[in-house]
């Protein structure tokens, strides 16, 4: 068996306006260099971001969410950023910005699945809370 590797995670978030700080988590990126892993999922939940402001184009939104897991995969698809190493890809993703799609700051921990954890960190970042039974 193999021992649990060093991962790097950051969730990415909608500011619709950032002077108003305020934010729709949308998805996480996962970066696990051991397993040469570098991973983003999306799932953006239109009602929740609306509801913190209606006049959004969500085609823009979109489409830019949509190149975040391109730029993970990496290549010519990702245009100058794919020629970058994954680390690098990583870096360049979760670097501060002042935009309407902005990432956490990056936490760091150890696992032996990074798909798996990709799916622990929607369910638990990501996705609204379901009410128990």
């Not at 999306?42 to 209606?54: G, S, T, Y």
């Not at 990074?114 to 009410?131: I, K, N």
């Amino acid at each position: 068996m193999r021992d649990n590797d060093t991962y790097d995670y950051a969730v990415i978030r909608v500011v619709p306006r950032v002077d108003r700080e305020e934010f729709v988590n949308v998805g996480v990126i996962v970066s696990c260099p051991a397993r040469k892993f570098l991973a983003a999922v999306i799932e953006l939940d239109e009602k929740r971001v609306r509801a913190l402001d209606a006049t959004l184009d969500m085609e823009v939104i979109r489409a830019h969410l949509a190149t975040i897991p391109v730029i993970c995969a990496g290549g010519a698809a990702a245009g100058a950023i794919g020629k970058l190493s994954q680390r690098e890809r990583f870096h360049w993703l979760v670097a501060p910005r002042s935009t309407v799609i902005q990432t956490s700051a990056a936490h760091s921990g150890r696992c032996d699945d990074p798909g798996a954890l990709v799916e622990h960190l929607l369910d638990s970042m990501v996705r609204p809370a379901r009410a128990g039974p």
